[in-house]
């Protein structure tokens, strides 16, 4: 037959370099380190990928996997001398130190700023005329010298941290683009760090235009002077989230190796970056009495000549060409194959089929066993409860940090109103209010908080009703010492809220659908996920509503043409939503700190009940005025993108079923004993996936980044066969039960731990219900497991949704091969 190039990392770097956010990333590097190691694309490009030879990859893997290129961290009250006797021992004895060269040498510099570009796919047909991006990126400082790379992370805070920053607010109101270009801000991980900044969305022609901006910009800075309170905002953002302990993204510790990182592999003190007292004592001294801040400006940027004026520019072509550049290598190369190359390239495939059919002996692995498990589930408890005040509070220990959540209900909302709640939430905290400008409302939140933001959510109750409960919350967290500014900030925005600033609106509205647009190809798994699940009741039909293709389409509705009359109709939305959620009766808070401070928190009740209007309504706490889809979703979503994201989804019981433990057990061994070898090891798909969601009673097959569609499909449908079979150990029932209730039991801080127990509370999931899930998770056999798969999954292709999110080629390949039923839909972008 004839060749094609298969490969899991081979189709996850086709996927990325889908994506004009990673082709700016990618692009950047490229051009401003011509001459170090970050030229090259580091997840490997997909046109070098192919020429990568076996015994190129075993000699890299011997150098540069070697403990002589390690660094060891471990973080924790742990036995440091038993962990270092350990490494010793079972590590570095088997091992002679060798050189492995991998020193990174700084960037030589130029003594002439430069220009560059490059070309991102976009789908055939799309206008093109204002989708490019244009940024001015600059080489800056050494990662090992830590004070100035502190200074220049506050200058990056100072330039582009928040709506009213300087940079950032010249480049909005320039009007010349959408929202800050892909890759802005300070980059601090390379041995030379660099800078970015510039527009998306823009002209091509506009790019000496979006130059001249930002030099103009930081020019008068440097000349005026930087506005003191801008600093201290700054300075109060770091010493915020150094004292922030969070899980979020990563767990803390990883969190701080994460930080270090940099500065130590390439030679730096590792120390210095943890323990910055000394450098904050001195930045803020020489930043508020001096000219620091001025002077870096001038120093890394007016007089910095190692520079580039980059553009990344729309190409409806570029896809079709790589697919035919693709297949004329392929062709060259099958012409240079004897018959004997043939049958060796054919041998090799079978061996490989044959290995990946293998079950690998992992008994050589650590591992935990049933018996390190317990039972246990980590119950918070409020330490008051006032129900005529709607509040709920929660004494924890937060090293000095008080957290603050206002929720409304949104099912009071009238139907038409619905769609534009998500967009709702991201202008409430960020448009300004009766009493201050948006600008005035940015400043005071980096000046008193850690974070002020709004969201929105489904979720199902846990109770008889099973119902849908849509909420929008508020959140806030802020020092102690802040916490009187920061209730007075929550009041204003909450009763005080207007909508007014036509063209602040505008500049949100282009914006947040710049953001939706640039995460469609990353995101691409999700959507699919959304969409094939919309039909499984009134949660997973509002979530799709509210995050899903059905929002990009709505939000598209909004910023393609966005008139001053069509802005004014807009506000009045917006008007209206505000106007039915933010009432008396439809609030509930949770305050969670240590005793002071939630004593002075519980004070938001009294200023909202003051504030917001008494209407007389009852709240919003109930179903909303939505209905989920009677038809099953069989649906394929073109977008530009080189792989496809697959996705189907059927019901099933929810966490109080007696069979939910077994269900969240038999989505991870989908996972490891079926889709990983099916749709990863033999499809070439970067991720092939099961998720069972025990709140909504959803059950999700997926695929990421993956070449194929039908046969993805019909490795669903095998996934099912097989754990209906029973084909399965009771080992690989005990390695499941390992892996959920790793999530269960994985530690959150007690903020996080608190707020998780005010959520449970409002969808009515009683600790109980937890605890006998886990009691039956722990206690988990495998006639468990298949005596659920087949009640559960037996007829489940009846009950089915399916959707991609692919190209067009890739769907048009497969169209004969596609379920019955399918119909095609664009997430073409305006």
């Known amino acids: 037959g004839a060749l094609t190039y298969k490969g899991v990392v081979y189709n996850e ?16 590097l490229k051009e401003l380190y011509p001459d170090t190691t970050y030229r090259f694309n580091s997840g490997g490009d997909p046109q070098e990928i192919p020429r990568l030879t076996y015994e190129g990859l075993k000699e890299f893997h011997r150098v540069h996997y070697h403990p002589s290129n390690a660094w060891f961290f471990t973080y924790g009250h742990l036995p440091l001398n038993d962990h270092l006797a350990f490494i010793e021992t079972r590590y570095l004895e088997a091992f002679d130190r060798i050189d492995p060269d991998t020193a990174v040498a700084s960037q030589p510099r130029w003594s002439q700023p430069r220009t560059a570009s490059a070309l991102y796919p976009v789908q055939p047909g799309e206008a093109v005329e204002r989708k490019h991006q244009a940024c001015v990126a600059w080489l800056l400082s050494d990662i090992r010298d830590t004070y100035e790379l502190l200074a220049l992370s506050v200058l990056n805070d100072v330039l582009l941290g928040n709506p009213a920053s300087p940079l950032r607010k010249a480049l909005i109101d320039s009007g010349l683009g959408s929202a800050l270009s892909d890759s802005s801000g300070l980059d601090a991980d390379n041995r030379d760090t660099f800078f970015a900044a510039g527009l998306k969305d823009v002209a091509a022609e506009d790019a000496q235009r979006i130059q001249d901006i930002i030099f103009d910009t930081l020019d008068t800075l440097r000349r005026e002077g930087i506005d003191k309170e801008w600093i201290e905002s700054a300075l109060h953002q770091i010493e915020f989230h150094r004292k922030e302990i969070t899980n979020t993204p990563y767990p803390y510790g990883l969190r701080l190796l994460l930080g270090i990182a940099g500065t130590w592999i390439h030679g730096g003190d590792p120390m210095r970056v943890l323990d910055i007292d000394a450098d904050m004592n001195r930045l803020r ?56 190359d043939r049958r060796e390239i054919e041998t090799l495939e079978r061996q490989l089929e044959l290995r990946q059919q293998e079950q690998e002996d992992v008994s050589c692995l650590p591992t935990l066993h049933r018996s390190d498990l317990t039972e246990d589930i980590r119950i918070v408890v409020p330490s008051c409860r006032d129900a005529a005040a709607r509040l709920t509070c929660y004494e924890q220990p937060t090293s000095g940090i008080c957290y603050l959540t206002v929720v409304s209900g949104a099912g009071c909302l009238p139907k038409h109103l619905i769609p534009a709640v998500p967009f709702f939430t991201h202008c409430l905290t960020q448009i300004g209010t009766r009493k201050h400008s948006y600008i005035e409302i940015a400043r005071m939140t980096d000046r008193y908080t850690g974070g002020l933001a709004a969201a929105c959510h489904a979720r199902t109750l846990q109770d008889a009703t099973r119902g849908c409960l849509p909420i929008v919350q508020v959140h806030a967290k802020c020092l102690n010492r802040n916490l009187k ?60 509503c509210w995050g899903g293709i059905e929002h990009i389409l709505w939000v598209r509705s909004i910023a393609k043409e966005p008139s001053l009359k069509a802005l004014e109709a807009l506000a009045n939305i917006l008007s209206e939503v505000a106007e039915a959620l933010l009432h008396r009766a439809n609030v509930e808070i949770a305050v969670v700190g240590e005793t002071e401070a939630v004593e002075k928190a519980s004070a938001l009740s009294g200023m909202l009940a003051s504030g917001l209007k008494d209407l007389g309504k009852t709240d919003g706490f109930v179903e909303p005025s939505i209905e989920r889809s009677e ?67 959803v059950f999700h097959m997926a695929s990421y980044r993956d070449p194929q569609i039908s046969a993805t499909l019909e490795a669903f449908r095998g996934a099912i066969d097989f754990i209906c079979s029973g084909q399965y150990t009771e080992s690989d029932i005990d390695e499941a039960v390992l892996q959920v209730c790793a999530d269960i039991d994985k530690p959150d801080t007690p903020a996080v731990a608190a707020k998780k127990a005010f959520f449970r509370s409002m969808i009515r999931l009683q600790d109980d219900v937890r605890r006998r899930f886990k009691e039956r998770l722990v206690r988990m056999r495998r006639e468990d497991v298949l005596r659920a798969a087949q009640t559960h999954f037996r007829d489940v292709m009846k009950d089915s949704g399916i959707a991609v999110v692919s190209s067009d080629a890739l769907l048009e390949s497969e169209a004969g091969r596609m379920p019955d039923g399918m119909s095609l839909h664009s997430v073409q972008a305006i």
Request: hydrophobic share 40%.
């Open 631 to 697: 038809e099953l979703p069989r649906e394929g979503w073109t977008t530009a993108t080189s792989v496809s994201f697959v996705a189907q989804a059927f019901p099933v019981p929810a966490i109080d079923h007696p069979d939910a433990a077994a269900l969240s057990v038999t989505a991870r061994m989908i996972r490891s004993l079926y889709l990983h070898r099916e749709v990863r090891e033999k499809g070439g798909a970067y991720g092939g996936f099961a998720v069972y969601n025990p709140e909504d009673g």
């Open 485 to 544: 500014p920061t209730l007075e900030l929550m009041r204003e925005i909450l009763c005080e809220w207007a909508f007014t600033d036509l063209t602040r609106l505008k500049n949100l509205v282009l914006e947040y659908h710049a953001e939706l647009e640039s995460a469609i190809v990353e995101n691409g798994h999700r959507l699919a996920m959304s969409r094939a699940s919309r039909h499984t009741g009134r949660t997973s039909a509002l979530s799709e």
């Open 285 to 340: 001294s020489e930043a508020l009495d001096g000219n620091l801040l001025e002077d870096l400006i001038g120093r890394f940027f007016l007089d910095n000549p190692h520079r580039v004026l980059f553009t990344l520019s729309p190409d409806p072509e570029l896809n079709e060409r790589e697919i035919k550049r693709l297949e004329a290598e392929l062709r060259r190369l099958a012409e240079t194959l004897s018959d004997q």
């Open 13 to 28: 770097m086709k996927g990325a370099m889908s994506s004009a956010p990673q082709i700016m990333a990618r692009s950047l």
